[in-house]
Structures are given as structure tokens and as C-alpha cells.
């Protein structure tokens, strides 16, 4: 059994990750769905399907797709702000991120992970990617630079915003 003491099977659990994660599916339209079909899942326990997959299972799958990121000659990498509302000794308010790191666009092995972080600072792309050793094309925020021994470049749609924002200010 994935999940002692549930009633998911290995393969309903598939179902549940794919509709969620590949599919975009809210969990109240699986759960809509799922009562269609005759199985009737509350959007709780499918909440809990999904966490229970990752801290049981995922992180397994997330682990080694880190190794062979890190393996790859070039990662992008950039951070967004992101809220959580029910975040242990957290404000609802508070702001936290989530760094995206991607392989090259030609890579064999194309690969996306992100990384939740309740801050913004350098630490957090030095311990994701520790001693990487490639190319590091960012957005050019400090943190990123601080990784060493990592070749950083720019990324063109970044700069391309200060050239735009250079016309619309030559305007006045």
C-alpha cells in the first residue's frame, strides 16, 4: 500500500498527481470527477493523497532529477514571490519564494524544479546548487552571483526591460 491507511491504490494515485500537476486540475473538480465515476473522495483526502505522495514518494523522483540538473552544463534559474496562507509562525501576509530552476532549452534531459523558500537570499541557490560547476544564466539579482565557480550570464529578456524602459524615458 503508497499510502498505509488509505484506500488509494498506486495507479489511483497516478490518476490523482497527473490531473493536479500535469493537467492543472483543482482538487474539487478531481474530487467532482472522481464522484462522477461512482468513488466518492473528498477533496481532503486528496489533499492528503497528494502530500502523502510527496513526503513518502516524490521526493525520491525530485532528488534525482537535482543530480542530473546539476550534472547539465547550463541552469536557468529565477525566483518569484509566492503566498502561503497557513504557514507555521508565519504572517498570511508574509511573502516567500519559490526559486525555478530549468535546464538548457537544447538539454536531452529537460528539466524544471522548484524550491520553495520562506526568504529570498543567497543562501538558498547555494544550497540547491552547491559546488555547480556550469553556467548559471539568471536575471543578474545578486544572490544568484554569489555562487562560485559557476560561470553566470544574463538573461536577454531581463536586459531587454532596461532598454525599453530607456526609450520610454528618452520620450520625456
Known amino acids: 500500500q503508497p499510502l498505509p491507511g488509505s484506500i488509494a491504490t498506486a495507479s489511483t494515485l497516478a490518476f490523482a498527481l497527473v490531473h493536479k500537476y500535469v493537467d492543472g486540475t483543482p482538487l474539487y473538480r478531481l474530487a467532482q470527477a472522481f464522484e462522477r465515476a461512482?468513488?466518492?473522495v473528498s477533496r481532503g483526502a486528496l489533499g492528503h493523497w497528494v502530500i502523502g505522495s510527496s513526503e513518502k514518494h516524490l521526493h525520491r523522483i525530485y532528488d534525482a532529477l537535482k543530480l542530473?540538473?546539476?550534472s547539465q552544463t547550463l541552469i536557468h534559474g529565477d525566483?518569484?514571490?509566492v503566498q502561503v496562507l497557513k504557514e507555521m509562525d508565519r504572517a498570511a501576509a508574509s511573502t516567500s519564494y519559490m526559486w525555478a530552476y530549468r535546464s538548457g532549452h537544447d538539454s536531452d534531459e529537460p528539466i524544471v524544479l522548484l524550491d520553495y523558500q520562506p526568504?529570498?537570499?543567497q543562501v538558498h541557490p547555494q544550497t540547491f546548487l552547491g559546488d555547480y560547476r556550469g553556467i548559471v544564466m539568471s536575471d543578474g539579482y545578486s544572490?544568484?552571483?554569489t555562487l562560485e565557480g559557476a560561470t553566470h550570464l544574463g538573461c536577454m529578456?531581463?536586459?531587454r526591460r532596461r532598454f525599453v524602459d530607456?526609450?520610454?524615458a528618452r520620450k520625456k
Do not use: D, F, I, Y
Open 38 to 40: 461512482g468513488v466518492p
Open 68 to 70: 542530473r540538473l546539476r
Open 79 to 81: 525566483e518569484t514571490t
Open 119 to 121: 526568504g529570498r537570499g
Open 143 to 145: 544572490a544568484w552571483r
Open 157 to 159: 529578456a531581463h536586459s
Open 166 to 168: 530607456a526609450l520610454k
